[in-house]
């Protein structure tokens, strides 16, 4: 979820006081080997990724590595609920302008 998205989620609840999880996603899921194709590409690497033994990511990743390994669906009722949608796409298909953007700020 873009930056901007989530903070106008992040304002809504503020300023209405409402209290409860909210979760900042489109319900869409997005494959991690999808994201790393997509950010690999942005970054002049050509979409070239290729994966490692859960083992080895453990070892950087921690249990995250673990994590990433599920299959995993958010659904954000409370955040409908009060009427909100992210505006921008998805990081797959904005990993170049993601990029860029980061790049800028370096």
Excluded: M, N
Excluded at 25 to 45: C, F, I, K, N, Q
Excluded at 73 to 83: F, Y
């Amino acid at each position: 979820i873009h930056v901007e998205d989530l903070a106008s989620l992040y304002r809504q609840i503020v300023e209405g006081r409402w209290s409860g999880t909210f979760h900042g996603v489109d319900g869409e899921p997005v494959r991690l080997a999808d994201v790393a194709a997509a950010a690999s590409e942005a970054a002049g690497a050509g979409g070239a990724t290729r994966a490692v033994p859960v083992e080895l990511a453990r070892e950087k990743l921690g249990l995250l590595a673990d994590a990433d390994c599920l299959d995993q669906k958010l659904d954000a009722p409370a955040a409908r609920r009060l009427g909100w949608a992210p505006l921008h796409p998805s990081f797959p298909d904005a990993a170049t302008k993601a990029f860029r953007d980061w790049s800028d700020t370096r």
